[in-house]
């Protein structure tokens, strides 16, 4: 059974750090891009960023540059998401997904876990 899984939501103050992993099961990270995205209340799904088959990393959010990064571990089958210095305005459920290429949208990415909420609030 194909099926991402992600772990390590919840809440934090703002300024503080999470760590998201994105786990696979019934096929291998490593042969795939792996996206990062988030869907805040009330709005729509956005890309944040993404992690090629070749490891290229690709920023779809400004505001997360040089707060958050990508990361993979294949002896493990993960990707992980490293975000520090959070802000009320990263609060989300976020989503990894798994497709051919990276995509700002998700378009073409076939495989989507189901999500974990991050909360940054004091």
């Known amino acids: 059974q194909v099926q991402l899984v992600e772990s390590g939501g919840g809440l934090v103050q703002p300024g503080g750090s999470l760590r998201l992993s994105c786990a696979a099961s019934?096929?291998?990270?490593?042969?795939?891009?792996i996206g990062w995205f988030r869907q805040a209340p009330g709005k729509e799904r956005e890309g944040v960023l993404c992690?090629?088959?070749?490891?290229?990393?690709?920023y779809y959010r400004d505001s997360v540059k040089g707060r958050f990064t990508i990361s993979r571990d294949n002896a493990k089958n993960t990707v992980s998401l490293q975000m520090n210095g959070l802000k009320p305005e990263d609060t989300a459920v976020y989503y990894c997904?798994?497709?051919?290429?990276?995509?700002?949208?998700?378009?073409?990415?076939?495989?989507w876990g189901k999500g974990t909420l991050v909360t940054v609030s004091s």
């Open positions: 019934g096929f291998t990270l490593e042969s795939f891009a």
């Open positions: 992690i090629s088959k070749s490891g290229g990393i690709s």
């Open positions: 997904a798994a497709g051919r290429f990276c995509s700002s949208t998700g378009r073409g990415m076939d495989n």
